[in-house]
C-alpha cells in the first residue's frame, strides 16, 4: 500500500522561512509527478507546486520567487522550500503523488496535509 507522509509544517513570522517534505513508501516503480496543493479555510484547493520526473516544475503564480520545489526520484521524495512567507500562504499543505506505478496499476495519491501557519 502506497502512504504519502509529509513533514516540516508550523508556525512562522511573516517574511519567514518553511521546508516541507513528503515521502511516498510503498512498492513503488516510478510517480510520474509529485507536487503541493494547499487549501485554506473556506478555499478551494489549489495547486502550489509540481514536479515531473524529469525536473520539469510547475508554480502558481503566488508563490513564483519564493517557493522552490524539488525532488529526489530514487528516494521518491519531494521537499517544497518556503522563503518570504506572508500570511496569505496560510494553509493546509497536502503533497501529491500522481500516477504512482505500482505492480497493481497506476494510481494517484494524497498526503493527509500538514497545517502551515504564517503570523503577521
Known amino acids: 500500500q502506497v502512504q504519502l507522509v509529509e513533514s516540516g509544517g508550523g508556525l512562522v513570522q511573516a517574511g519567514g522561512s518553511l521546508r516541507l517534505g513528503c515521502a511516498a513508501s510503498g512498492r513503488i516503480f516510478g510517480i510520474n509527478t509529485m507536487g503541493w496543493y494547499r487549501q485554506a479555510p473556506g478555499k478551494q484547493r489549489e495547486l502550489v507546486a509540481v514536479?515531473?520526473?524529469?525536473?520539469?516544475?510547475n508554480y502558481a503564480d503566488s508563490v513564483k520567487g519564493r517557493f522552490t520545489i524539488s525532488r529526489d526520484n530514487a528516494k521518491n521524495t519531494v521537499n517544497l522550500q518556503m522563503n518570504s512567507l506572508t500570511p496569505e500562504d496560510t494553509a493546509v499543505y497536502y503533497c501529491?503523488?500522481?500516477?504512482?506505478?505500482?505492480?497493481?496499476?497506476?494510481?494517484?495519491?494524497w498526503g493527509s496535509g500538514t497545517q502551515v501557519t504564517v503570523s503577521a
Open positions: 514536479i515531473t520526473g524529469g525536473g520539469r516544475t
Open positions: 501529491s503523488a500522481r500516477g504512482v506505478v505500482t505492480a497493481r496499476g497506476q494510481y494517484d495519491y
